[in-house]
């Protein structure tokens, strides 16, 4: 499985950008697709994370990026995105994708190479 981010960058305070996560090597549907950030001095952290499945487009996300963060997917172009609004400078890290190793668990077996989000103040 491989997954290629992209969509990082530099950003005001209270702007907005859109990372995209493109998933080859297998079939998309029924696994779990996520987004984990990591930012300087710290451990990774769990952001957000959607079933892959087909009739599915809830997200789950981690507290501090509720109702700013939104998960979404494109079964079509095996693609998941990360909307972020109002960004603030916490939000500043590397940002990974990551793909499930099991269908409808939350086992993140594969990792995107990481895109940078550096939000200033």
């Known amino acids: 499985v491989q997954l290629q981010a992209s969509g990082g960058g530099l950003v005001q305070a209270g702007g907005s950008l859109r990372l995209s996560c493109a998933a080859s090597?297998?079939?998309?549907?029924?696994?779990?697709m996520g987004w984990f950030r990591q930012a300087p001095g710290k451990e990774r952290e769990f952001v957000a994370a959607i079933s892959a499945a087909v009739s599915w487009n809830g997200g789950s996300y981690t507290d501090s990026v509720k109702g700013r963060f939104t998960i979404s997917k494109d079964n079509i172009k095996s693609t998941v995105y990360l909307q972020m609004n109002s960004l603030k400078p916490e939000d500043t890290a590397v940002y990974y994708c990551?793909?499930?190793?099991?269908?409808?668990?939350?086992?993140?077996?594969?990792w995107g190479q990481g895109t940078q989000v550096t939000v200033s103040s």
């Open positions: 090597g297998r079939t998309f549907s029924g696994y779990f």
């Open positions: 990551a793909a499930s190793g099991d269908k409808g668990r939350q086992n993140w077996a594969y």
